[in-house]
């Protein structure tokens, strides 16, 4: 498989990569930092990955960084067979409320720049006839909540545009993959209390591998989240207000 | 800085604030509500981190901060591999990288670790940090043997590639050193070539103390891996019965075609209640019953992770001692006073106001260069107590002054209890080590729950 990675350095975008290359994958890392970027292509040759693993730059902040990364990617790998993006941000809303510009920042970040990169993925991955598009949304784009209000409703957003993404490609071979993670424990929730199924990245990585493999277009990881939210779906509003 | 912005980039290991979790070292005595952080790199070190620790199996009190409330790091999400030099067996890795993950990806390259210790479940960091060692430490000695390098972050923020030849004091003084000169971001180490991913394994049973550790030592010259397991719960007769495991790597033709799979685990979900920690000693008794005795001598292959950590197939074994936890005491006693030493101290042993449920007895070889380092030629002598309120101290003290009067010293990744005058006594060793952690950092600002207790650092 020849996979492009936008946010694999770290936390599951790592984990994910990691269970790509241990079966021997073609990767492509797409990333801010160049030294993180050159350490985890060493490490994820090491863990089997054909070598060499190869790396340009992107920002989801920066949309023009988006076209010339998929580009080399592309090039670099000599076709495309799956882009996959973890890159995202991540506050609470207690750090957003007062904060019109950080609003600003993480829908744009989540939402739109997220959104322009997988209409770019999708159309490339059309052109060479087709592959997966995974990317990550979150189970708190499922229903609103007070503590991650606005970061909950770029994911709800975006879970919407991948839906209408994998119905647009679908006929040119593109198959969208959203994965809805509960809370993970990694660098981007680092400090928040845990909730119950709090889960490793390793456990997320694994359930979307498999996902790969399949033909499903959402899935919840750890898999309990579809029956959790299920329930929380059917909670009257006012008690959803207490969550 | 918004936090929306510190959440995703180099930024959020500086500014997030880690969550305050109770830890606790492996045997569960003490516990420090602490704010732990768990970054997944280790190059933007967060302001006032006392110390960095790895997955917490030091017994006692060595991975802890020394006042509740301190920051720590855990690094073991820091677990890249940096480089793999194929030809010789020469890998760098980031320091949170743990033997299970090593073992997982190097073994079916046809590698493994240099040194084995009980567990798996340790990071390099901390097997540098304890100078751990194994069942093969007559041959190989300790794990410092096979470290070429370590990058670290000293107390004052500089970023330094020490071994041999460069900073070899500070490199010396690092292994054994507890975590205590300075954060540990890469492990540089010589792995070990295997001629398959089995071992062969022989079991003998044995009727007597002064024989076994006579024929711990023979074995020894013929077998790479050794250890002893010896009954001293028993009376009469039957006291200090043992067995005696060796292992080898199995020849290609020996192993089965297949690799290993993953071993199947169980996790003790939830501690065990006082009433029912209280049962080990007997629990112990019956499993020693009955191993010592329908334990014939047994050869064949198994797989390596049974043979090395007979005890991870239980995930979380630690709860089993309920709320009061358990403590190990280990020890070396050197050769030169003699067997008579070792038999002396095991009968002393017995006079204990509690017994050992498990007592694990090793021969170590030659000592290595690290500076704080714990195995010396001589036997080690590890005993495994569930807490007592009132019998722990008094049994730790009097162990250590058994162990003084015949020139030993202890583990500090095992201890937890022991004075810093009786540690002092039998490690004379312990002022140039200051001396040197006063050199690096010279306001202390690493530092542990252990090293305020043994050492005399300021809380």
Known sequence: MRAVALGATRGIGRALARGLAERGAQLFLLGRDADELARSARDLELRGARPPVGRAPCDL??????????????????????????????????????????????????????????????????????????????????????????????????????????????????????????????????????????????????????????????????????????????????????? | MSEARARSGAAADAGAPGRFEEISGWGRTLRVRAEQLHPERLDCMPPGVVLTRGLGRSYGDASLPPRPGDRVVCARRADRLLAFDAERGLLRAEAGLSLAALHQIFLPRGWCAPVSPGTQYVTLGGLVAADAHGKNHHRDGSLG?????????????????????????????????????????????????????????????????????????????????????????????????????????????????????????????????????????????????????????????MAPEPFFHPLDGLLDWNRLFGPRGFFQHQCVLPYDTGDRAALGFLEAVRQLPMQPHLVVVKDFGAAGRGLLSFPRPGLTVALDFPCHPSHTRPVVERLNALVLERGGRIYLAKDAFSSADQFRAMEPRWEAFQTLRARWDPKTRIRSALSVRLLGDPA
């Open chain 2, 145 to 301: 043997r096979h470290v070429t390098a370590l990058r670290l972050r000293t107390a004052e923020g500089q970023v330094l590639e020490c071994s041999a030849q460069q900073e070899p004091e500070l490199f010396d003084a690092t292994l054994g050193g507890m975590g205590l000169t300075g954060h540990m971001l890469e492990v540089e180490l010589q792995l070990a070539p295997v001629t398959s991913p089995w071992i062969w394994q022989r079991t003998d049973r044995i009727a007597h103390l002064s024989d076994l550790l006579a024929r711990l030592r023979e074995a020894g010259s013929r077998w790479p891996y050794t250890v002893a397991w010896l009954d001293c719960l028993s009376s009469g007769r039957a006291f200090g019965r043992g067995l005696l495991m060796q292992g080898r790597w199995a020849h290609p033709d020996e192993a089965p075609a297949t690799p290993p799979g993953a071993g199947r685990r169980v996790r003790v979900p939830v501690d065990a209640p006082a009433l029912a920690a209280r049962a080990i000693p007997l629990a112990g008794r019956v499993w020693n019953g009955l191993s010592f005795r329908f334990a014939g001598r047994q050869e064949g292959v």
């Open chain 1, 61 to 243: 902040l920066d949309r023009t960084s988006f076209a010339p990364a998929l580009e080399r990617a592309e090039a670099a790998l000599g076709g495309l067979d799956a882009v996959i993006v973890t890159a995202a941000r991540f506050a609470p809303q207690a750090a957003l409320e007062d904060d019109l510009e950080a609003v600003e920042q993480l829908l744009r970040a989540d939402f739109t720049h997220t959104a322009l990169f997988c209409e770019l993925a999708a159309r490339r991955l059309a052109a060479g006839g087709g592959g997966r598009l995974c990317v990550f949304g979150s189970v708190a784009g499922d229903r609103a909540r007070r503590s991650v209000a606005i970061y909950g409703a770029a994911k709800a957003g975006l879970a919407h545009h991948l839906e209408g993404l994998d119905l647009r490609y679908r006929e040119r071979g593109v198959r969208v993959l959203c994965v809805k993670p509960g809370f993970v424990r990694t660098d981007m929730t680092e400090g928040l209390p845990a909730p119950p199924f709090a889960a490793e990245p390793e456990r997320v990585a694994r359930a979307t591998l498999r996902a790969l493999d399949g033909r499903r277009t959402a899935i919840y990881a750890p898999g309990i989240w579809r029956l959790v939210m299920q329930a929380v779906r059917r909670l009257p509003r006012r008690m959803r207000a207490r969550l």
